[in-house]
């Protein structure tokens, strides 16, 4: 041993020590630490805005390293703003539960009794049933559920629910394949021993050769096997992204975005034009060209186009094993039955609430007294209350006690996320005290110097600059950071504040790039077909055509709807106009 090698060991063991130890508590130093090397921030800049953006800073940094649960750090307001002196606690309080956050609730607890009977399941089957067994319908079996189900029910457990699915499937190929390799060498084996007696040695060397060939492939899987791995996940991965744009309770930034917005309106006694059927119109189409394109993009990357395709055998095995996870769910039950009767009311209540100024059942109340939320919640309750069996069949076998409902009130607790209502609410809280603290407006009057940019130039800046933001960081938080920024933008330009509310908050759903940046993401690279250097592959070229397909229809049909590049008469006659908007920036 070399001089002074011992006392330096100790040495070396309580570095690893104590580097151990602050990894293993760096939450909390984190958490501890940040708020102090922030205070800078109040301490030589005057105003509001700077406390405001202290607090912003120090939430968007919890929220990026999850410091903090995410659900916890939306909480952080209610003692943040009152602290530095921006708002009282009870207003900020006021902000966590309004008519969209109700919105949202009620579509969770619907999405929740779908799940609860298994629905979902149901219909994901009921696709792959019909559209075969070659490996890109295969493929188009499962990213169509994914991204039906992904409108209304959670984007994670729309894909924790297909991706078992898929994974059967593909063993079934795996052992199909193994068992033709099987056949394979021992017809090799009888030839070899036939080649021993016929004394053909050169024969023999190249039978012996195919069947080593055979046996190392037994030990690896094929390219042709893991290529079909890799697209049938990040298939249902990036379809289930997609399909939470599509509808208005999708996923949280399209609630956050309809939050503002309609604050933003009310505030000039305007009404919102964003509602669940408008939603639609705007987004369905871009969600679609979109997933379709992801569809086409993953065959020509993955199954290499038409050069892929099953044995008759590995064919029947796939059919086999889809019809038989089907018959395990047996028939139709009357729940299941009432619970889609519900689902179908309650969307076509939403879509003709509001038919865009040609009518609907909503104009049969008085002028904004009913919403979104109010159908929302109706059928929440009747879920809670219509019977789950027939009641006179119930009573014949169980005297005495009550009917059980669709849905019960335990698994609705279980099952509904409600750390997304907080999420949703902080993101509220946070666009409030941006916009009382004058955050907002200086913001948008710095990025005002690209005015002289044509808009939909810089909408695509933007909606390229908010996409890539939310691959490292939640969505959530990024839509509730850039909304009442996007907002001010708008109107210090004269254009329609949802002109860049719309796309920015669409485009924090276009993460395809990095397992970190989605929850769906996270669940198939958790099964190991796939690897970060095959998602960043795949998902560079389809964040890309994502963005232009979205600017491309809020130039196109999004302007017929909401007519984006007109100021609504609402801004021009409210005490706010946009000439006073330009003026603060000067």
């Known amino acids: 041993m070399a001089p002074g090698t011992s006392s330096r060991l100790p040495s070396r063991k309580s570095c690893r020590h104590v580097l151990n130890l602050i990894f293993s508590v760096r939450n909390i130093l984190l958490i501890i630490i940040t708020p102090i090397i922030l205070l800078p921030i109040l301490l030589l800049v005057e105003g509001n805005e700077a406390k405001c953006a202290y607090c912003i800073i120090v939430m968007a940094i919890y929220w990026i390293t999850e410091a ?16 530095v002196g921006l708002l009282s606690a009870k207003d900020v309080s006021n902000k966590y539960l309004n008519d969209t956050a109700m919105l949202f609730v009620g579509g969770l607890i619907v ?18 049933m019909l559209v075969g067994s070659e490996p890109r319908w295969l493929m188009f079996g499962m990213m169509l559920p994914t991204w039906f189900l992904s409108m209304w029910i959670s984007n994670t457990a729309t894909t924790a629910m297909m991706i078992p699915i898929a994974n059967a499937v593909l063993v079934q190929l795996k052992e199909t394949r193994d068992l033709e390799n099987t056949d394979i060498e021992d017809e090799l084996v009888v030839q070899v021993e036939m080649s021993e007696q016929n004394g053909s040695l050169k024969e023999k060397d190249q039978k012996t050769n195919k069947i080593e060939k055979l046996s190392q492939n037994e030990e690896t899987e094929s390219p042709e096997y893991l290529r079909m791995c890799k697209a049938l996940s990040l298939g249902i991965a990036y379809a289930a992204n997609c399909g939470g744009v599509a509808s208005l309770t999708g996923t949280n930034p ?27 119109q705007f987004c369905l189409p871009i969600s679609a060209i979109v997933v379709a394109f992801i569809w086409l993009w993953l065959q020509f990357v993955f199954l290499r186009c038409r050069t892929t395709k099953n044995t008759p055998e590995q064919a029947q095995r796939i059919k086999d094993v889809i ?26 209540l939403w879509i003709t609430r509001d038919l ?30 219509f019977p789950a069996v027939i009641p006179w069949r119930f009573s014949e076998r169980r005297h005495g006690k009550s009917v059980p409902a669709l849905l019960p009130w335990k698994a609705a607790e279980k099952m509904v996320p409600w750390g997304v209502v907080l999420l949703l609410g902080g993101g509220f ?8 603290s004058g955050l907002s407006d200086w913001l948008g009057c710095e990025l005002s110097v690209f005015k002289d940019f044509e808009p939909w130039v810089m909408n695509l800046v933007l909606c390229f600059i908010v996409a890539a933001a939310t691959e490292v960081t939640s969505n959530t938080a990024i839509c509730s950071l850039m909304m009442p920024i996007m907002s001010e933008l708008a109107l210090t330009l004269g254009v329609n504040p949802l002109y860049f509310m719309f796309p920015t908050a669409i ?16 669940v198939v690279f958790s099964y190991g077909y796939v690897k970060v250097a095959d998602m960043a592959m795949a998902g560079l070229l389809i964040n890309v055509v994502a963005v232009f397909v979205l600017v491309l229809g809020t130039e196109t049909w999004g302007e017929a709807i909401f007519g984006f590049h007109t100021l609504p008469t609402v801004f021009k006659t409210a005490n706010i106009t946009t000439s006073n908007s330009a003026l603060k920036c000067v």
């Open 68 to 83: 903090l649960p995410i659900a916890v750090t939306s909480l952080l307001p209610i003692i943040m703003f009152p602290m």
């Open 507 to 522: 485009a924090t759903s276009f993460a395809f790039m990095l397992p970190v940046a989605t929850p769906p993401n996270a």
């Open 429 to 436: 809280a946070l666009a409030h005290g941006s916009k009382v």
């Open 356 to 385: 865009g100024g040609v009518g609907g059942w909503g104009r049969i109340f008085p002028p904004k007294t009913v919403t979104d939320s109010t159908p929302s919640i109706l059928i929440s309750i009747s879920l809670f209350l």
């Open 111 to 128: 999405a929740a009794a779908i799940e609860y009977w298994n629905i979902h399941k149901r219909l994901a089957l009921r696709v792959l």
């Open 323 to 348: 019809r038989r996870e089907y018959s395990k769910l047996g028939p139709v039950s009357f729940a299941q039955g009432a619970v889609i009767a519900h689902f179908v009311l309650l969307a076509v």
């Open 254 to 280: 399209n609630v956050i975005m309809k939050g503002v917005a309609d604050k933003v309106f009310q505030e000039r006694n305007g009404t919102s034009p964003v509602t669940f059927a408008t939603w639609i």
